[in-house]
């Protein structure tokens, strides 16, 4: 069974430090990685995909993949308070289908 | 761009009737839909995955004759929720994928349902 495992939190930071989110998978054959932020009642929302291994930057986050330890990373800098949310990694199948397979989330508390 | 609505954004409805959600690409065709259903503090939950023209693919545990989808154009696939009971309960929230791409999914706002 393909997992996807994050560490439920919540992470709590100060405003304006870095927010590091992180997620394991099982699926060694993955080749797509998301993190989603999601609000409290809200659907979720892209941030970022990453396909290859190394970072990724786009703005205040910074993605980060280790296929080789089945790793993926989500960096927030200057955190603040607007993003405190729930943040899902999520990895596609290998194969072919495509088929998502999303963490439990983490919940991330910016405080000020 | 790739805008995804669903409608009703919430429902509330009584025992034993059944709801249709609607789930619509606005400005791109979407040969993919995924519909999932969220409980309260949990991840999402694939429920099954939809392709335009043919019949849903249901994930296990998800009873097909209950969470009938139809997704019969290239922008609207329909969740109808038969008999609902109290624990259908949930957040339901479809995806689609852009056609021609194979990767990233964009999400509706989601439709919430309460079954009284």
């Known amino acids: 069974q393909k997992e996807v495992e994050q560490n439920s939190g919540p992470l709590s930071v100060p405003e304006g430090a870095i927010a590091s989110l992180n997620c394991t998978y099982s699926?060694?054959?993955?080749?797509?990685f998301f993190w989603y932020r999601q609000y409290s009642g809200k659907s979720p929302e892209l941030i970022m995909s990453?396909?290859?291994?190394g970072d990724k930057e786009d703005g205040r986050f910074t993605a980060q993949l280790n296929k080789a330890s089945q790793y993926v990373s989500l960096l927030i800098r200057d955190s603040q308070p607007s993003d405190s949310a729930t943040y899902l990694c999520?990895?596609?199948?290998?194969?072919?289908?495509?088929?998502?397979?999303f963490g439990r989330g983490t919940s991330l508390i910016v405080h000020p | 761009g790739a805008v995804v609505s669903q409608h009703p954004s919430w429902v509330i409805c009584k025992s034993g009737t059944s709801v249709k959600i609607e789930c619509r690409s606005l400005?791109?065709?979407?040969?993919?839909m995924f519909w999932y259903r969220q409980f309260p503090k949990q991840s999402l939950m694939l429920m099954a995955t939809?392709?335009?023209?043919?019949?849903?693919?249901?994930e296990q545990g998800v009873e097909k004759d209950k969470f009938l989808i139809n997704h019969a154009s290239l922008t609207l696939s329909t969740l109808t929720v038969t008999s609902a009971h109290p624990e259908d309960s949930s957040f339901y929230i479809c995806?689609?994928?852009?056609?021609?791409?194979?990767?990233?999914?964009?999400f509706g706002p989601g439709t919430r349902l309460t079954v009284l």
């Open positions: 995806s689609a994928r852009v056609r021609g791409t194979t990767d990233t999914q964009y």
């Open positions: 699926d060694r054959g993955s080749q797509s």
């Open positions: 990453i396909y290859s291994n």
């Open positions: 999520a990895v596609h199948a290998s194969g072919g289908s495509y088929i998502p397979t």
């Open positions: 400005d791109f065709q979407a040969t993919t």
């Open positions: 939809s392709n335009e023209g043919s019949k849903a693919t249901y």
